[in-house]
């Protein structure tokens, strides 16, 4: 049962953008939408939507319809694969073409064209479904391989490649290992992999793996080393050990745990493990270390640092997701019994550490929907960038607007970030989460050592109280752990569909290039072959020209010794 309404229309918008997101796992930035209607809700909506990066207006068919009147009109005369309606009617799901993704997916399921063509995909009031079609549920299904299905129709760029490295047979009969939080889009990445001819295996964390999705990916023959997958061992170490030991050819790594373990306790590893393609911040950093001290004895490609990856998932895709799901768990939409002291975002004081991509797509969607953002970053130039981007800048801890703050969000992926000397300073019902994330970003083993104690409130919230000097205390997301992809479904699908198009490149690129031991960025012209096919599949842009070649150092347009004043001599 959906939580009422409320009268405010910035929360009724903000509560509508968030069930979209969670029906559907889909990106707002660069997505055409629509707002229908007029007045105070239609006008936050497309605040939030625009502050949030969407293509509002324009003549293209739009993706996603927000109905901001009473929820009663015909879906039917929807042009548009999705519809959010306000009143009481929550989601509604429409298509009204039967070449759409959604339409292409409903028909493989066994949807009559019939069906497809009344137009209505699915219709929901207050959670149940009405009408004479089942209501079409998308992430939030309790079906895995519907998830992993529906996340296959959202991501053109992967199966384009993936295609092409089918046909290639640059793959087939290599094994990959893949180290990614294991949810429905990695299962669908795991499957396209595995249909170039390539055997793949899997492996994940327990913090970070989708039971449900585990089985359903062990069910389709892919090896799943985590918890739900057939013959998954008990701990994560013996995991990690054991997708090591089943010797992949290749690995896409998340944090570098994998090649880091490869190069420690599971040297036998390096015997055939021909590269790596490292996705994370976290994960570049120890490599880079690794490769100036002369230990990293595979090519491992940068594709964390590809525009492709960071400018996208980091600020876009890891903005919207972490942002919403805190929103979630200070508002829950569908779960109205349970409060925080403070329910919503606007108004709210939000202090995001670090302005890096991750930091700055926080600070980004947070402002959107109403937060006012305050950023602490040691680096004085993305600090000034902070201060450019109109957010308040704060130098330290001990720096007084650190007193007003509500939500505390980690945005660096570096251990401790949040301090002992913070959480002592954070004043009582203050909210902290991680964004992205490592181990012990958060330091609770600290607290926890030093007095405070913990008392879990529901399944991704957690009350620490401080010592009975202090008598607070502060609210924790997701244990410490990144709060969209451990409280929510992870970063959206159009965004993973960029990040699992990138990795797949750099696949190609280790198996041709014949890359010597060490730290590699991604082929720049690879690079702009995944921009040009996600511009022309999910924007409709064909007119791309993919540059072959750098052309000119520097990319002069002429010759250094071309200049305004070259001196010429009289005749």
């Not at 703050?405 to 002592?424: I, K």
Request: proline share 4%.
């Amino acid at each position: 049962m959906s939580a009422p309404l409320s009268d405010n229309p910035r929360i009724r918008a903000q509560r509508l953008i968030r069930l979209a997101a969670a029906r559907t796992n889909l990106l707002f930035a660069g997505t055409r939408i629509e707002v229908r209607g007029h007045g105070d809700v239609a006008e936050a909506l497309r605040g939030v939507l625009s502050g949030f990066g969407a293509r509002l207006g324009g003549t293209d068919r739009a993706r996603l319809v927000f109905l901001a009147d009473d929820g009663t009109a015909d879906p039917r005369a929807l042009a548009a694969e999705f519809a959010v309606a306000a009143g009481e009617t929550v989601t509604l799901l429409v298509s009204d073409d039967p070449n759409t993704r959604i339409s292409r997916a409903l028909t493989a399921r066994g949807w009559t064209g019939s069906e497809l063509r009344a137009g209505v995909v699915g219709f929901a009031r207050e959670g149940r479904a009405i009408g004479a079609i089942e209501m079409f549920v998308t992430p939030g299904a309790d079906n895995a391989d519907d998830r992993i299905d529906w996340a296959w129709t959202a991501m053109p760029a992967t199966h384009a490649l993936a295609d092409d490295l089918s046909g290639s047979g640059l793959l087939r009969g290599r094994r990959v290992g893949v180290s990614l939080v294991l949810e429905p889009k990695t299962a669908a990445l795991a499957l396209a992999l595995r249909d170039t001819g390539a055997e793949v295996a899997v492996f994940s964390a327990v913090s970070e793996t989708d039971p449900a999705v585990a089985e359903a990916l062990s069910a389709r023959g892919v090896r799943v080393f985590a918890p739900g997958g057939a013959g998954s061992a008990e701990t994560d170490a013996d995991n990690a050990a054991g997708i090591l030991d089943w010797h992949p050819d290749l690995l896409i790594d998340d944090g570098s745990h994998l090649v880091r373990l490869a190069h420690t306790e599971r040297r036998g590893t390096l015997e055939t493990l021909r590269g790596a393609a490292e996705e994370t911040t976290s994960g570049v950093r120890p490599l880079v270390e690794m490769a100036a001290e002369g230990e990293l004895r595979i090519p491992v490609i940068a594709v964390n640092d590809a525009r492709t990856k960071g400018l996208f998932d980091n600020l876009h895709g890891t903005g919207q997701s972490c942002v919403l799901a805190i929103a979630d768990l200070l508002d829950p939409v569908e779960n109205p019994g349970r409060t925080l002291p403070r329910r919503d975002v606007i108004g709210a004081v939000w202090l995001v550490i670090g302005y890096g991509p991750v930091g700055q797509g926080v600070a980004r969607h947070a402002a959107a929907l109403g937060a006012r953002v305050l950023v602490l970053e040691r680096d004085p130039v993305r600090a000034l960038a902070a201060a450019h981007d109109g957010y308040g800048v704060v130098s330290s801890i001990a720096d007084p607007e650190v007193d007003t703050v509500d939500v505390v969000v980690s945005a660096t992926g570096v251990w401790h970030t949040v301090g002992l000397d913070l959480l002592n300073r954070v004043r009582e019902d203050t909210v902290i989460a991680v964004a992205g994330g490592i181990d012990d970003e958060i330091a609770l083993d600290d607290a926890h050592a030093t007095g405070w104690t913990v008392r879990r409130v529901e399944s991704d919230l957690s009350a620490w109280s401080a010592p009975a000097t202090q008598a607070k205390i502060v609210y924790v997301l997701a244990d410490g752990g990144g709060v969209n992809y451990t409280a929510a479904e992870g970063n959206p699908i159009e965004v993973m569909d960029l990040s699992f198009a990138t990795q797949l490149v750099a696949l190609r690129q280790l198996c041709r290039d014949g890359l010597e031991p060490g730290l590699h960025p991604i082929d720049t012209a690879a690079e702009a072959e995944v921009a040009a096919l996600v511009l022309e599949q999910r924007m409709g842009r064909t007119a791309v020209d993919i540059p072959t070649e750098l052309g000119r150092a520097g990319g002069a347009a002429q010759h250094w010794s071309t200049h305004r004043y070259r001196f010429e001599p009289s005749a």
